[in-house]
């Protein structure tokens, strides 16, 4: 049985300096443009064709001209070298975060604050670069970052997460939401609202923002009067203007104003936030947000 012809293997110096010959037209004019000796053209160009298996070239005294089969060479040649340079172009254009793609974990909400300023900011100067946002509680944002199926996850808090690097960046006011304004002069602290009933939804209740809660009414040596429900964020001040209780918020979603709720922030308490990233994730995007998260951050915090 006949055995198949292996496929030759090609070295990107042999299409170049077969190029260069095709369009000189002389092996010592090539050795000139591309900075070699003649010699070396010859022998890359007799390599070539003894792997190919067919002259390429016709040798005269005067120079070099293509045989049929070298013109067939040529055409491909040439496309190959275009599809390399592209390649990298492109490779390039993801080292610079020109093109890509990043996986962002974020909080319910990224309309205003730190995070809306951060993302306009990083589109202005990559807009190339695909953003998919993700809403999810904190440990699982934690799992995707460790998994690498997310590259980055901005999160409430500052505990480590196993897989996770952490990296500070901003701090925000404690608010309350309620339907009216809470009987005081003054804005409400944590011993006024511990007579309160708080709104929680059931897939926040291990989150920062309902641990801090948590501490605050516990340390306040009160009662704790909790009601976690099944719904959606849009859903749950829904049921605060429906006046079911109150709900706690951070500076940037009390900035966003919804039908029948007032937001009051609470004396004296604030989160603290942060990214959450992976030390594996090479994605090139991602570095570059962190940096421009980390210059902002810096720059939110100078006098």
């Not at 897989?163 to 809470?182: A, D, Y």
């Not at 709104?199 to 605050?216: C, N």
């Not at 937001?263 to 942060?274: H, M, N, T």
Request: charged share 20%; proline share 4%.
């Amino acid at each position: 049985m006949e055995t198949a012809r292996r496929a030759p293997v090609l070295d990107f110096r042999h299409l170049r300096y077969f190029l260069a010959a095709a369009e000189h037209g002389s092996f010592r004019k090539a050795a000139v443009a591309i900075g070699v000796r003649e010699s070396s053209i010859s022998r890359r160009i007799r390599d070539l064709e003894d792997q190919l298996g067919a002259s390429l070239f016709q040798r005269h005294n005067g120079g070099v001209r293509l045989t049929f089969a070298g013109q067939r060479f040529r055409r491909r040649a040439e496309e190959v070298l275009q599809h390399m340079r592209d390649s990298a172009q492109d490779v390039g254009a993801i080292g610079r975060a020109e093109i890509g793609r990043i996986g962002v974990g974020v909080p319910p909400s990224v309309a205003a604050g730190f995070l809306a300023e951060l993302f306009r900011t990083y589109d202005q100067h990559h807009g190339g670069v695909h953003i998919d946002f993700q809403e999810s509680e904190t440990t699982a944002h934690a799992a995707s970052v460790a998994r690498l199926d997310l590259d980055v996850a901005f999160v409430a808090g500052q505990r480590q997460w196993p897989g996770c690097e952490v990296t500070s960046l901003w701090t925000e006011r404690l608010f309350v939401r309620c339907q009216n304004i809470i009987a005081s002069p003054t804005d409400p602290n944590w011993t006024l609202l511990t007579a309160e009933c708080f709104l929680i939804r059931r897939a926040a209740t291990s989150s920062e923002a309902v641990d801090a809660l948590v501490r605050r009414l516990t340390d306040a040596g009160h009662g704790i009067r909790l009601q976690p429900q099944g719904v959606g964020h849009d859903s749950l001040l829904t049921l605060v203007a429906m006046e079911r209780g109150l709900a706690l918020v951070c500076e940037a979603a009390a900035s966003i104003p919804f039908p029948g709720i007032v937001y009051r922030p609470i004396v004296g308490e604030a989160l603290s936030f942060c990214a959450l990233w992976s030390a594996k994730n090479g994605n090139p995007a991602m570095r570059r947000l962190l940096r421009m998260a980390r210059s902002l951050a810096h720059c939110s915090r100078s006098p």
